[in-house]
């Protein structure tokens, strides 16, 4: 299986991308967002779910390996085929992604074209309280990448969460704690900051 290419960017089309990689070309396909940040005669380098049929073999790039394990996940749930999946990480970054699955925000999720509220719904029941997809593709995974897309944030989230549940709290409400403190102060902050503000929405109410 493909698992990552790198090379020079040949040609961009509707949903996908023709990567030159030391001669061979490589047809690979992508949502939009992906798709805006290539650019045709620019090296890239593209973390890359292969699927396998009967008639066809077919590539699905990603520029953030958060993104590649978020697609393959996706899929895991009943009614979510590439297509949807790929609208999905089309309409929400994977953080965002995350929040909503946390906090059962259903309506962040029907913002991808093809999913209505019940897929949402069952979007957000198969994977609440589950940790993010883990592997090769984490969301800890580093890479000499050529991109610039940071992974940071979804890194100290996912650091975030392990440390509440190794306090003892159960993997939902520790999620859904992050997802909200990651809401209140900003994407891009960092771990301890967000287990600080998490704490604090852990806190019991007087």
Avoid: C
């Avoid at 990448?145 to 100290?156: D, E, F, L, Q």
């Avoid at 650091?159 to 403190?181: C, K, M, P």
């Amino acid at each position: 299986m493909i698992g990552r290419l790198r090379g020079t960017i040949a040609a961009i089309g509707e949903g996908q991308a023709l990567i030159d990689v030391n001669g061979v070309g490589y047809l690979v396909h992508a949502g939009s967002r992906t798709l805006a940040k290539l650019a045709v005669g620019e090296a890239a380098e593209m973390f890359v779910e292969t699927q396998m049929s009967e008639s066809a073999i077919r590539l699905f790039g990603f520029v953030a390996a958060e993104d590649r394990a978020w697609f393959a996940r996706l899929q895991d749930a009943p009614g979510v085929g590439a297509k949807v999946a790929l609208s999905i990480l089309d309409a929400l970054t994977t953080a965002q992604l995350m929040d909503a699955i946390a906090l059962n925000d259903t309506g962040a999720i029907t913002r991808a074209n093809g999913v209505g509220k019940k897929l949402a719904e069952r979007i957000v029941t198969e994977f609440k309280g589950k940790p993010p997809p883990m592997g090769l593709f984490a969301s800890t995974f580093t890479t000499t990448s050529t991109t610039s897309t940071p992974v940071a944030a979804t890194g100290a989230r996912a650091a975030a969460i392990s440390a509440l549940v190794n306090l003892g709290y159960t993997q939902v409400d520790a999620s859904r704690a992050v997802a909200q403190a990651a809401r209140d102060v900003g994407d891009d902050a960092t771990e301890s900051t967000l287990i600080r503000a998490a704490l604090k929405a852990l806190a019991p109410t007087a």
